[in-house]
């Protein structure tokens, strides 16, 4: 293999705001391959929420510090240990479930990289992980959503919230999106969202109940948590479903309250992690597959980014991310210098 021996990363070595405990390293070493392994250059490497929970110290328990922070991101192969075919050299790759992304190279095993289709960009191949995986796995797997369901999702302006709205058009269900502010109502409604409801104007249940003919949702995706998600769940009918996948507000749902007011609607946190720890490599990249697909035949469109910073201009980076309000994913360019 080449041997790799000075480049940059994000790292931090306690917990704490991303700010304050992220550091720009510059490693001096070689990549020890095993005979399993690539080596993958970086192109480029979103910044989600997700991303920057870890850091804040939600998952100390599982985490071993110093850390490089990143879920995703697409780069080229670069390096492969000795049992991996070099037809792999020089091929676009989403390096998943390794090292952390925010660093101008990334190890992996070969067979947890994702191929990337050739006329998929690099802007949409970065993002092909955590939302569209997340969302298509909801409504496939956890809920098995069908034509006559109504789901609800809070925040739908988000990048996630988007693609529920694609989805439900290649799923039939109808998507009641809520959102704080009518800026997405108009795309949301191209998108596919059956109803949009916008929280500063309407009374949440009121409306969802007045849609549904006082039936309620089937069922909700809360990505705020806190009062919003305690909202979201007075909108689901008995026998109904609510996920957590996010927490936008900083502020838990009193869970034991939920358990006991709502014990006949289902209420539980979602987490990607879980779903990868028990697959097959086939089924992982099946699964990719499927979702590739969609994007190939013009079914899901992943937004652009809105910005990006090299690792250098971290700080500006993880500001911008925390800026409300904005369309498309802040992206890091590992190897653009300023």
Known sequence: MRRIK???????????????????????????LQHDEIVVRMILSPINPSDLIPIRGAYKHRIQLPEVPGYE??????????????????????????????QQYVKTKANFAIRVPVEMNNETASQMYINPMTAWLICTEELRLKSDDVLIVNACGSAIGRIFAQFSKVFGYRLIAAVRNDRHTQELHSLGAWAVIDTSKELLVHRVLELTC??????????????????????????????????????????????QKHSNIRVKPYWLKRWIEGISDVRWHETFGDVFKLVIDGELTIQAPRTRFSLREYEKAIIETQQSGHIGKVILEPFLFN
């Open 73 to 102: 991101g697409v780069g080229v192969v670069e390096a492969v240990g000795s049992s991996v075919t070099t037809s792999l050299l020089g091929k676009r790759v989403l390096p998943l479930r390794g090292e952390g992304t925010w």
């Open 6 to 32: 000075e480049f940059i990363s994000l790292q931090y070595k306690k917990f704490g705001n991303p700010l304050e405990v992220l550091e720009l390293e510059q490693r001096v070493d070689d990549i020890q």
């Open 214 to 259: 006082g039936m309620g949702a089937t069922a909700g995706i809360d990505s705020i948590g806190g009062q919003d998600g305690h909202d979201l769940i007075e909108c689901i009918r008995p026998g109904g479903t609510v996920l957590s996948i996010g927490l936008m507000s900083g502020t838990q749902m009193n869970w034991a309250q939920i358990h």
